[in-house]
């Protein structure tokens, strides 16, 4: 299966989860995971209709555990098992779980009676998902309108025609707490685990609205992880839950550096003093790093950037305002007729240069070499290629004599880790490739610079293991480095 744009406007539409994670392109784009991402508590309708088939069910308990991040578009496989307690449905990649659903639930002899109307609601939506944690014990109402249920039985084939409507109800403000209140804007949903009272068979809900009354008994918060729980009970017998937690991650705010952040260059001259420096993929990450860094050498900087031009134009104002020189050039690294224009609107601008920075990459996910088809990883690599590829060929007849190229790898080649080898792959060849190509351009120095993992938006997780290196603090490093030429026209930089 996939998820489609539809299904997440109709969960939108009920839940009124309006998480930017969900629905904000730029937004998502600043985060760990680079794009939009389907609501969690989506996949536990899309598993409830699949299960049902449209049939009447009433559930008895439910068990969502979030694993990794789900994305529109792309395919997922679905299993239906059965267990002693009733049914586990696995999203999943090969053998890796992405969302892991299990419930028990008993099916129903006749279908809901369906006659919902609207009634007053003391539950109002927030306009935007809270930037802190509402942590503190209270009751709490929701209810869904009645006219959003039609699109929802649509889109993942459940709604309050065969499941009890505060059963339903319950799950999408499960979404809601979440996404708009704990922990709010930064939230990571993680585990729902949930009990039902006994309210009689399908369509006994003892009123015909879809209001529910929620205890939030208590909430606490792990520092070491950045998790929160929250537990809780249905106010009251008609809220159809008996009792609930839920599990959800706190994301780190987006990595926002400026000039002040970076460390300065001692000496009588910086080292790229009046150079003219290309950097590709420098309006986000280590680009960015690395063009304030290259700015505070003394460089005139030549900066690309693919589609969103605004983070581009501010990097640039930012180094403008502080007295440098930059210019910024939109185009894709990977694509002939883009870095050809380029090329030729960087030598308008600039003449010649003395340093290429091949850095522009495609995201980079963790993905086990068994989640992937051969084809993903065949394209992740050409596509990686392709940019040192373009960016050779357009941009080396501009470097001017003794002029330097340098390639961002990473340390993972020499020390591999769990759910990179198509990371490693790509940048293999990356490497290989810039090993040849100073075999053949004798009159410029060619770098390979394999890296540390380093904090930006893509690597800004809730917790890690493997802490992150500071971006300005490797920039400066890797310029220092640049000097320091050797016999031979290719080097490799090992900074870590």
């Not at 609207?118 to 306009?127: G, L, P, Y």
């Not at 304030?292 to 180094?319: H, M, Q, V």
């Not at 963790?366 to 392709?386: G, K, P």
Request: glycine share 8%.
């Amino acid at each position: 299966m996939k998820f489609n744009p539809a299904q997440v406007g109709a969960f939108f539409a009920a839940s009124q989860d309006a998480n930017p994670l969900h629905r904000d392109a730029e937004y998502s784009r600043r985060t760990q995971f680079g794009r939009p991402v389907a609501y969690g508590m989506a996949a536990v309708l899309y598993a409830l209709g699949h299960w049902s088939g449209g049939r009447p069910f009433k559930l008895k308990s439910l068990k969502a555990e979030f694993r990794k991040p789900l994305f529109l578009g792309e395919h997922y496989d679905l299993t239906d098992t059965s267990t002693a307690g009733g049914r586990r449905i696995r999203f999943a990649k090969g053998p890796v779980d992405y969302a892991v659903i299990s419930f028990a639930a008993d099916m129903q002899n006749s279908p809901c009676a369906s006659n919902l109307v609207r009634t007053a609601s003391r539950f109002v939506a927030r306009d935007a998902a809270a930037d802190e944690p509402q942590m503190a014990a209270r009751h709490v109402c929701y209810s869904v309108a009645p006219d959003a249920f039609p699109a929802l039985q649509e889109a993942f084939g459940v709604g309050p025609e065969n499941m009890p409507v505060k059963q339903l109800t319950a799950l999408l403000w499960a979404s809601y707490h979440v996404g708009m209140e704990m922990p709010g804007r930064q939230a990571l949903f993680s585990e729902l685990k949930m009990e039902f009272a006994d309210t009689g068979d399908i369509g006994d809900d003892g009123d015909d609205g879809s209001g529910i009354d929620i205890a939030l008994n208590e909430a606490s918060f792990d520092e070491r992880f950045n998790r929160y729980t929250v537990a809780g009970d249905g106010a009251g017998d008609g809220s159809g839950i008996a009792r609930f937690s839920i599990t959800a991650y706190k994301r780190p705010l987006p990595v926002d550096l400026t000039l002040q952040d970076f460390p300065r260059f001692d000496g009588l001259e910086p080292p790229l003093q009046s150079k003219n420096v290309f950097i590709s993929g420098a309006a986000r990450g280590f680009g960015a790093a690395l063009a304030r860094s290259c700015f505070l050498a003394g460089a005139k900087l030549a900066l690309n950037y693919r589609g969103d031009a605004r983070p581009a134009t501010a990097l640039r104002d930012e180094i403008r305002l502080a007295g440098g020189e930059a210019e910024i050039f939109e185009g894709r690294a990977d694509d002939e007729h883009s870095m050809r224009q380029l090329a030729q609107d960087v030598a308008a601008a600039f003449g010649g240069l003395d340093l290429i920075v091949n850095n522009a990459a495609p995201p980079i996910r963790e993905l086990q070499f068994l989640e992937q088809d051969n084809a993903d990883i065949a394209d992740f690599c050409a596509q990686n290629l392709a940019i040192t590829l373009e960016t050779a060929r357009h941009l080396l007849p501009l470097l001017r004599e003794g002029g330097q190229f340098l390639q961002v790898s990473t340390r993972y080649l020499a020390a591999p880790v769990r759910g990179f080898a198509h990371y490693l792959a790509a940048k293999g060849a990356q490497e290989g490739l810039v090993r040849g190509l100073a075999q053949e351009f004798r009159n410029a120095e060619f770098i390979v610079a394999r890296l540390p993992r380093i904090l930006t938006d893509q690597t800004n997780v809730p917790f890690s293991f493997d802490p992150a290196a500071n971006p300005g603090n490797i920039a400066h490093e890797l310029i220092l480095a640049l000097k320091n030429r050797g016999p031979d026209n290719f080097r490799l930089l090992e900074l870590y």
